[in-house]
């Protein structure tokens, strides 16, 4: 019997939704180089990994208008983000249990078949961003602002969260971030999603549990992490002696290593460019130039290299979002990939249970509760 720790390099299904080999990451056979170069969009992107192919113009437009007419949250979704605002959560419990609570709304979520598997999909996808939105705006007293059925994805996003429509640039950063998180092969939160999508559970149910593992601090979580590094950097002195300290006393340094990745993480150089022009842009250099000064020094102490989370916390503050919800943007791209990831998994299914090898004492007496 061999464990192997963390399940590293154990293949575990058969995708056909993004492959990395040669570190090179493809959605459906198509690099993120050929669809960063090419500008698809995320909306595009989505559909590429849900049908397979790139959409036409026609399905495109079809598609875009099922995601846009579904974008309403209903007021009861909306009362509870009132009653979480108050009590300080964090971010990412609010997203959730909000997404927990839209399953309890959605009969479909009781139905079990390709139709409902569409249309859950469908509601997630759609909902996600004015969850987001609603829930930034909400907790500074604002009212949240319904989306608009003119806008794209992304710049829908962006508006609902200010207010005010969002320029070219925004609305390109965003949606190109977007397109470079929305899926990564098996990762912990998409193989947590395919644990639960296996014993035919409903799809928020999946979903719900991806975004419960997104959270950790090793995972998507760590995005947050990197700004409040660079921010205690930036308060605090050089970034030599901070991430030494951490070094020292054995921390992570959050942003940098990945399970599959050990030279270079693919998605990682469209993100610094961005970061790079961003900064530059908006008068921030400062964050371009403490996240290189980052890099420099964790690469030389421990060949340790930037992963998808580094750049993208600047690019993200650059936008006007706050750090702490950096991974809720995450999620509202990676949604797609474990949308995908369940349909494949209830497409073809087999019950996710392996095993664990017992390393506990053996033949133990029961001793009575007086006696122990
Ligand atoms: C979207 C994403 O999920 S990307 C990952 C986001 N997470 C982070 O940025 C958190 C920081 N990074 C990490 O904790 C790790 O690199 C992980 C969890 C991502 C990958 O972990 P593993 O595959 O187990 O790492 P790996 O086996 O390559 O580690 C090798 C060594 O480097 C160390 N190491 C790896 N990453 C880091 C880091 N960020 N900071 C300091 N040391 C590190 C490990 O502790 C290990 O040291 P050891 O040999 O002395 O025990
Ligand atoms: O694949 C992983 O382990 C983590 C990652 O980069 C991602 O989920 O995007």
Redesign the pocket.
């Known amino acids: 019997m061999e464990v192997v720790g963390?399940l590293?390099n154990i293949y575990a299904c058969d995708t056909k939704i993004s492959s990395i080999i040669d570190d090179e990451l493809a959605y459906a056979g198509y690099s993120i180089q050929e669809l960063m170069e090419n500008d698809a969009s995320f909306e595009e992107v989505v559909y590429l990994l849900w049908y397979l192919h790139l959409p036409n113009e026609t399905e495109l437009r079809d598609f875009k208008r099922e995601l846009n007419e579904s974008s309403a949250i209903s007021d009861a979704v909306e009362a509870c983000l009132r009653i979480q605002c108050r009590q300080n959560l964090h971010p990412m419990s609010v997203l959730r249990t909000t997404v927990s609570l839209l399953g309890v709304f959605d009969p479909y979520a009781e139905e079990n078949s390709e139709k409902s598997v569409h249309v859950q999909s469908i509601h997630l996808q759609a909902k996600i961003p004015t969850i987001v939105a609603a829930f930034s705006r909400l907790r500074k007293g604002l009212d949240p602002i319904q989306p608009r059925a003119d806008l794209d994805f992304s710049a829908n996003f962006l508006y609902m969260l200010t207010g005010e429509e969002a320029t070219e640039t925004e609305v390109k950063a965003l949606d190109q971030a977007l397109v470079l998180?929305a899926d990564?092969e098996l990762?912990?939160s998409t193989f947590a999603a395919r644990v639960s999508a296996s014993t035919l559970s409903d799809v928020y149910s999946c979903i719900t549990t991806a975004i419960g593992t997104?959270k950790g601090?090793?995972?998507?979580?760590?995005?947050e992490?990197?700004f409040d590094m660079l921010e205690d950097i930036n308060a605090n002195g050089t970034a030599a002696e901070y991430l030494q300290k951490?070094?020292d006393s054995?921390?992570?340094?959050?942003?940098?290593?990945?399970?599959?990745y050990?030279t270079v993480?693919p998605r990682q150089s469209y993100l610094k460019e961005m970061s790079y022009q961003l900064t530059r842009d908006s008068e921030n250099e400062k964050w371009y130039d403490i996240s290189v000064e980052v890099e420099d020094y964790?690469r030389n102490a421990?060949g340790?290299i930037p992963?998808?989370?580094?750049y993208s916390a600047t690019v993200y503050h650059v936008l006007g979002i706050e750090s702490d919800l950096f991974t809720l943007i995450?999620a509202m791209s990676r949604v797609s990939g474990w949308l995908a990831h369940v349909k494949e998994q209830r497409s073809n299914n087999n019950l996710i249970r392996p095993r664990s090898r017992y390393v506990g004492p053996v033949n133990q007496r029961y001793v009575p509760i007086d006696k122990r």
């Open positions: 963390g590293a998180h990564h990762n912990a997104l601090s090793l995972h998507g979580g760590a995005n992490r990197v951490k070094l054995k921390e992570k340094i959050m942003g940098f290593g990945h399970r599959v050990k993480d964790i421990r340790l992963n998808v989370d580094f995450f």
